[in-house]
């Protein structure tokens, strides 16, 4: 008789267990599939993030790049009009120590059509 209430105790601890189990599904059931839920739209817009980033990245790469063509454009641009502006003074200082005669304003004229026409 002994062994009958043992497996008989046995038999309802595992019954209990089963039922306590299958309770438990059920009760934390639904959280679970909205936690899983949850879970899958963090993951996504982790994903969605990780690729904006990316591309952010890329678009700022690309701006750097442009902004460093941009200056060496500008960097060649100024050593020209410098350049150009020392030929320029050279000439000015060449008109200006040549002697003439006359009215001062014809002969300024006449100095720079000739200066400006080859």
Known sequence: MNRF???LGMAGFLLGGFIGGWLTARFYGGQLENMRLEQARCSDAG???ESQLALQNAQVAALEQAARQ????AERALAQAREQAQSHEAA???????????????????LIDRELLP
């Open 92 to 110: 000015a200082s060449r008109l200006l120590l040549e002697r003439s005669e006359g009215e001062e304003c014809a002969v300024v004229r006449q």
């Open 5 to 7: 209430w043992l497996a």
């Open 70 to 73: 941009r200056s060496d454009a």
């Open 47 to 49: 994903k969605a993030l």
